[in-house]
């Protein structure tokens, strides 16, 4: 059987998840390429890549410095040494396995170098408005597009042949967890792309709440001046578990929390945070439609954490369940095997 290749962005946690979740129902047959791969383990090969970035360890902001690129790419920064090694890594990952097919999450420019290697895609599509000619591109020379999102997420203006391209695996990456308990604790959860919340103003939610207990997981650092009700863990291992057995959940709409929130169903704070082609905007506006989380346009002032806890309690958990499929990554690696032939 010929192999399969997924290649898998460094930014964020999401496309990591999804593509070890795809392995996992596909043993043997997929290979995860990217940046910092070769420390995940499962049912699968690795081809390791140098960083892309500009700056060293900084976060990744997608800018290339460069005034003369193409429509047709996002992040082509010239005279970068690591982008060279990919691209000749790749290139010759290709020439020398010969895969049936690349799944690409995400970038326009492995699904073109793909490509121009005679090589078929399947292109991960995230949420949220991404009409420019580089995503049109990509998603045209796609032979499929795989959306890891629930389809009442789309925005209003999707191009008709985008949505007939796609296919809807909601909550892909994210399991099913038995509830043993349920904590009496607000969980707060941010991503890897990081939140405009301040330690001070978890700090100061706590404090507005005295009879409630918060955990914060995730890239956030302890505030200089806590509350006793208030822990900050940062990175846990047992993140999914965590919030699966939350009282309440408070975050963005990033695919790795409200992925694991609607896994677990549990009542959701929502507030999005600005990322690019309102991707997180899409999904808050689907969630509330479905009146499936408390959604807020920013993070509330301290008084009004009292109401808005109490608001999400009252939600029917059964909404918010709605946004997860519990077989959508064996029903991904399904149809991803369909493609390969």
Known sequence: MSAIGYYVHHHGEGHRRRAMAIAAQAPDRLTLIGTGVAALRGPF?????????I?????????????????ALHYAPVHHAGVRERVRTVAAWIAETRPA?????VSVEMAMLARLCATPTVYVRLAGARWDEAHLDAFRGACALIAPFDRRCETLDTPGWVLEKTRYFPGLGASSIAKTQIDNVVLVAFGRGGTSASPDDLASAAAATPDRRWRVIGPVSP?????ANLTVDGWVDEAEDAIARGGILVGGAGDGVLSAVAAGARPFVC????????EQQAKARALKRAGAAVV??????????????SR????????????????GSSKAAAFILAQAG
């Not at 507030?271 to 309102?278: K, L, M, S, T, V």
């Open 55 to 71: 700056s060293d360890g900084g976060r990744f902001d997608g800018c290339d410095g460069t005034d003369d690129r193409p429509a």
């Open 45 to 53: 090969e690795t081809v390791d890549l140098p960083d892309d970035r």
């Open 296 to 309: 807020l346009p920013a993070w509330p002032e301290p008084r009004d954490w009292p109401l808005i806890l």
């Open 271 to 278: 507030i999005a945070e600005d990322r690019p082609f309102g």
């Open 223 to 227: 505030p200089a001046v806590s509350s």
């Open 312 to 327: 999400a309690e009252a939600l029917e958990t059964y909404r918010i369940a709605s946004f997860h499929d519990p077989l």
């Open 101 to 105: 097919l690349m799944i690409v999450d």
